[in-house]
């Protein structure tokens, strides 16, 4: 147990829906990450909150949409997906201002149909 | 910008034998240095890091990565190899001192053989 818990842990969704995955840390930490692990592929980062302000977005599609409410929780909303956006979303967080050691959840496994 | 290489895909060892698995990285500045491990169906959990200080870091569960400037590697070693290494491990880089992303290499996928 990492402190960081992810719900849900799968999730099955169609071109037209509109899902969120939700992610909450116990940790007291202040920023918070969203990473997307494909088959094959390096870990992506995608989004990073500090202080609930988004410092950094990848160049991620408009049909992913963060939020963070506050410090401790961090939604990903998402809507008229591809198939090649099935994959497994990581969340983490850190302390921000010190050294950045980042700790994961256990991952939302998405397939887009 | 940082990049990381890992340049083996598969490690496959047998029990009790030792392992070494590579990591080079890329970095105009300063970096922090992190192996990540990745159980099946599982996210990541960290297994060590190199923040400063000594170049030579050491996991509880054995694990042991040494932080080489020159050769800018920051390779995973273990003496001896139990079944439950198998793994997929992920050495990442931040430059640290804030909210920064980790970039990650592609992964090793450890596997151990009775």
């Known amino acids: 147990e990492t402190g960081v818990t992810q719900t849900p842990r799968h999730l099955v969704m169609g071109m037209t829906n509109k899902k969120s995955l939700k992610c909450e840390q116990h940790l007291g930490h202040n920023a918070m990450y969203w990473y997307k692990q494909s088959a094959k592929k390096p870990l992506e980062l995608m989004f990073v909150?500090?202080?609930?302000?988004?410092?950094e977005n990848n160049s991620v599609p408009s049909r992913f949409s963060p939020e963070c409410p506050n410090s401790s929780h961090l939604f990903l909303h998402l809507h008229t997906l591809q198939p090649e956006d099935s994959a497994l979303y990581l969340c983490?967080?850190?302390?921000?201002?010190?050294?950045?050691?980042?700790?994961f959840g256990a991952g939302t496994r998405l397939s887009v149909l | 910008a940082q990049s990381v290489t890992q340049l083996d895909s598969q490690v496959p060892v047998f029990e009790e034998a030792p392992v070494e698995l590579r990591c080079n990285y890329s970095s105009s500045v300063s970096v922090y240095l992190f192996w990540y491990v990745q159980y099946p169906n599982q996210g990541l959990q960290l297994l060590l890091k190199?923040?400063?200080?000594?170049?030579l870091v050491e996991s509880i569960n054995g694990f042991e990565a040494e932080f080489n400037k020159s050769q800018t590697s920051f390779h995973l070693r273990k003496p001896s190899v139990h079944i439950s290494d198998t793994a997929e491990y992920f050495c990442a880089v931040t430059r640290g001192g804030g909210a920064d992303g980790l970039t990650f290499g592609k992964g090793t996928h450890l596997i151990i053989q009775p």
């Open positions: 190199y923040l400063s200080g000594s170049t």
């Open positions: 909150y500090n202080f609930k302000e988004q410092t």
């Open positions: 983490a967080s850190s302390p921000s201002g010190q050294k950045n050691i980042q700790y």
